[in-house]
């Protein structure tokens, strides 16, 4: 049995909308930002953005993963 590697992936938050993209991404695909950080702290997942209390505070117009603190 041969052992894997598997590669850890990095992600970084967009710096105008905090949408959380893998590192190797280029253009942010909710608000086409070209702008990141990799200093991000915190994550919240958002499933309904109409229906989530928590979306409307931060601004989150799609599903997806958002940095809490950027």
Same mark, same amino acid.
Do not use: L
């Given at each position: @049995?041969? %052992?894997?590697?598997?590669?850890?992936?990095?992600?970084?938050?967009?710096?105008?909308?905090?949408?959380?993209?893998?590192?190797?991404?280029?253009?942010?695909?909710?608000?086409?930002?070209?702008?990141?950080?990799?200093?991000?702290?915190? @994550?919240?997942?958002?499933?309904?953005?109409?229906?989530?209390?928590? %979306?409307?505070?931060?601004?989150?117009?799609?599903?997806?993963?958002?940095?809490?603190?950027?």
């Amino acid at each position: @049995m041969s %052992a894997r590697r598997s590669k850890k992936i990095t992600y970084k938050a967009c710096t105008r909308c905090r949408y959380i993209v893998p590192s190797d991404v280029k253009q942010c695909p909710v608000c086409g930002s070209t702008t990141f950080t990799d200093n991000w702290k915190g @994550m919240v997942i958002v499933i309904d953005p109409e229906k989530s209390e928590i %979306a409307k505070i931060i601004g989150a117009k799609v599903p997806g993963r958002y940095a809490i603190r950027v």
